[in-house]
Nanobody, 127 residues
Framework: QVQLVESGGGLVQAGDSLTLSCEAS????????VAWFRQAPGKQREVVSCIGTTAGDTYYSDSVKGRFAVSRDNAKNAVNLRMNRLNPEDTATYYC????????????????????RGQGTQVTVSS
């Protein structure tokens, strides 16, 4: 089973950018679909992005489409989430999760069916 560690979170101002990284060990991450989801206190978990194992298999939630971009860094066995034009509503703990059998473009779950998950990284956006 692949192990995941997120990094890159922090405190930023509205309009700033951040890049989160999800680094894997124990297996090659290019064999896995990788999702980023977030959870804020009192809110439901939201899958914000997902990148699959085949070209073009990506997903973005409406709340981040056009602002966030997910990509693979196979040299580092990682998946990155570039977050632009951040706003206070993006404040949450961000988690990455991986699964070998999920097709991102069709995915509409909440992340529970991903078999591996990291511990999360906090993103706080001040107004």
């Amino acid at each position: 089973q692949v192990q995941l560690v997120e990094s890159g979170g922090g405190l930023v101002q509205a309009g700033d950018s951040l890049t989160l990284s999800c680094e894997a060990s124990g297996a090659g991450l290019d064999w896995y679909a990788v999702a980023w989801f977030r959870q804020a206190p009192g809110k439901q978990r939201e899958v914000v992005s997902c990148i699959g194992t085949t070209a073009g298999d990506t997903y973005y939630s409406d709340s981040v489409k056009g602002r966030f971009a997910v990509s693979r860094d196979n040299a580092k066995n990682a998946v990155n989430l570039r977050m632009n034009r951040l706003n206070p509503e993006d404040t949450a703990t961000y988690y990455c999760a991986a699964d070998a059998d999920i097709y991102c473009s069709d995915y509409r779950g909440n992340g529970d069916d991903f078999t591996s998950r990291g511990q999360g990284t906090q993103v706080t956006v001040s107004s």
